[in-house]
């Protein structure tokens, strides 16, 4: 962590504020780790959850890597086609789909997979794989951030499941997926382990009652990162170790096995660097930064913790307690409350770590905030442009102002 603060700090001058930074090394070296620690598992793969960082330029790195991407929408699909992905290497997770994202997704050849029972009709041909998301219901419960199972709109449930491959296998359909998402941002290993075992039970279930063998099964994402100082992060080795434990005693070699994690890959390795623009004192302290909830909504949002270091001033004592706002008109535009830091002064610069999953993925234009640039950390300490900050013209290019020609 301290090597690319000082490499950060060394490059101020060079970055614009706000901006997003991807640590490209870090990136990769947790990717090889992830895929190292179930090599024992025929054709392991991971899915990278394409909402968590939608940039083609980390795709492509990824991809390179061995893994694939678990799509939810068009301009989702078109990503992974622009940087080289088709067939197998594309999982299509359903979601209340238009009718014309499930064609572009059989013209890749992704594996579909399916929301709903109802969803099969709306297939406008019969695939070679499919896959459906499994809702287990009052089974399991899912954790904080998702929430509990009966309540959620994803997955076909207990009694639909054997159905939907009975269904599909009369229509024709040759290979059969598996698939469900109980947690998100999960530190605690043994709920990734009872996934594991609830979906390897189903498996045989499938199997017995519709005649149909499972060839692929998704344990989804859901696997977290320590957003804060005091949580320890998921030991990967030991789960992995579990899993296939069971994998073997249910003897289900070559079944292959996968993950659609986003926010474990590459959560870590993102930062935003903002600009302390002022510091007020009003019934609290509150430190102004150039960038906004429009730039990260987490905390806005969920209350999420995000560490912030104030470069520079990295030795000490954080003796000083602020809130860290930006410029929108909410009052939940805070980065953090109440938090401790040395004494900031204006013109200071603030890293927020831990940005590099659902962090530029999830920002917006309100109050038109433009969107800021993202750059790649290189491996040799230099920093590449990954995309470019949104400017006013791209702002108003899809308006129409009064007097303007009627387009139809």
């Not at 990260?296 to 520079?312: D, E």
């Amino acid at each position: 962590m301290s090597d690319i603060i000082r490499t950060i700090e060394q490059n101020l001058g060079k970055l614009p504020t706000p901006c997003y930074i991807y640590d490209k090394a870090a990136i990769l070296q947790n990717a090889r780790a992830f895929k190292a620690a179930f090599s024992w598992a025929p054709g392991f793969r991971d899915y990278y959850a394409v909402k968590a960082c939608p940039n083609p330029t980390i795709m492509k790195l990824l991809l390179d890597e061995g893994f694939g991407f678990d799509c939810a929408s068009l301009p989702e699909l078109k990503l992974a086609e622009a940087v080289g992905a088709r067939g197998r290497q594309i999982m299509f997770s359903s979601n209340d789909t238009p009718d014309e994202e499930f064609t572009k997704a059989l013209e890749l050849g992704a594996v579909i997979n399916l929301d709903d029972i109802t969803f099969i009709d709306h297939l406008p041909s019969i695939p070679d794989t499919i896959c459906f998301r499994y809702n287990p219901g009052a089974e399991r419960t899912g954790n904080a951030i998702i929430g509990n199972p009966v309540e959620a709109k994803y997955g076909v449930t207990k009694d639909q499941v054997v159905e939907c491959y009975r269904i599909m296998k009369a229509r024709g359909t040759k290979h059969f997926a598996l698939h469900t998402m109980v947690a998100s941002n999960e530190l605690d290993g043994d709920y990734i382990v009872e996934t594991a075992r609830m979906l390897f039970s189903l498996c045989d279930r499938i199997k017995k009652e519709a005649g149909v063998t499972i060839e692929l099964v998704d344990l989804g994402g859901g696997i977290g990162i320590p957003y804060r100082p005091d949580q320890k992060r998921m030991d990967i080795k030991k789960v992995s170790e579990e899993i296939k434990e069971l994998y073997d005693n249910a003897s289900l070699a070559p079944l292959q096995i996968a993950f659609e994690c986003g926010r474990y890959i590459t959560g870590p390795y993102g930062y935003l660097l903002s600009k302390v623009l002022h510091v007020t004192h009003k019934y609290k302290d509150y430190v102004g930064l150039d960038s906004s909830m429009a730039d990260l909504m987490r905390p806005g949002m969920y209350g999420a913790y995000h560490g912030i270091t104030v470069l520079g001033k990295e030795q000490l004592p954080s003796d000083h307690t602020y809130d860290v706002t930006g410029s929108l008109c909410e009052n939940n535009d805070k980065f953090a409350v109440d938090r401790k830091l040395p004494e900031v002064r204006e013109g200071d610069h603030l890293l927020i770590h831990d940005a590099g999953a659902h962090g530029h993925s999830m920002g917006f234009n309100y109050n038109g905030k433009l969107r800021h640039a993202e750059y790649l950390l290189e491996e040799d300490g230099s920093f590449r442009l990954i995309r470019r900050a949104q400017t006013y013209d791209d702002y108003v290019e899809t308006l129409r102002f009064p007097g303007a020609p009627v387009e139809v």
